[in-house]
Nanobody, 124 residues
Framework: QVQLVESGGGLVQAGGSLRLSCAAT????????IAWFRQAPGKEREFVAG????????YYTESVKGRFTISRDNAKNTVSLEMNSLKPDDTAVYYC?????????????????WGQGTQVTVSS
């Protein structure tokens, strides 16, 4: 099993940056693709970015391409999401999730393990 804890959320002004971190415990972390999802008030949970188990493949939803960067350090059991040029539309609770597969999927149901979420609020 994998347990995930997110950190790094907060309140920033539009155009600012935040770095989210996901710390994992469990012996199978390196076998799992990891993704960040977010859920804004009144909206469905959506895929933001994902990284394969090896860290060699990444995928981003179109709205964050060029602004967000996902990376992982399997030696430290961590995944990060660097967010730049933040917009008010990025405001959401951000969740780190781990799947039971090596490669990225963009729907939430295959992800078996979830963190509690961290709030990101971007002011205009």
């Amino acid at each position: 099993q994998v347990q995930l804890v997110e950190s790094g959320g907060g309140l920033v002004q539009a155009g600012g940056s935040l770095r989210l971190s996901c710390a994992a415990t469990g012996r199978t972390f390196s076998d799992s693709a990891i993704a960040w999802f977010r859920q804004a008030p009144g909206k469905e949970r959506e895929f933001v970015a994902g990284v394969s188990s090896s860290g060699l493949s990444t995928y981003y939803t179109e709205s964050v391409k060029g602004r967000f960067t996902i990376s992982r350090d399997n030696a430290k059991n961590t995944v990060s999401l660097e967010m730049n040029s933040l917009k008010p539309d990025d405001t959401a609770v951000y969740y780190c999730a781990a799947s039971d597969r090596h490669f990225i999927v963009v729907v939430h149901t295959p992800y078996k393990y979830w963190g509690q979420g961290t709030q990101v609020t971007v002011s205009s």
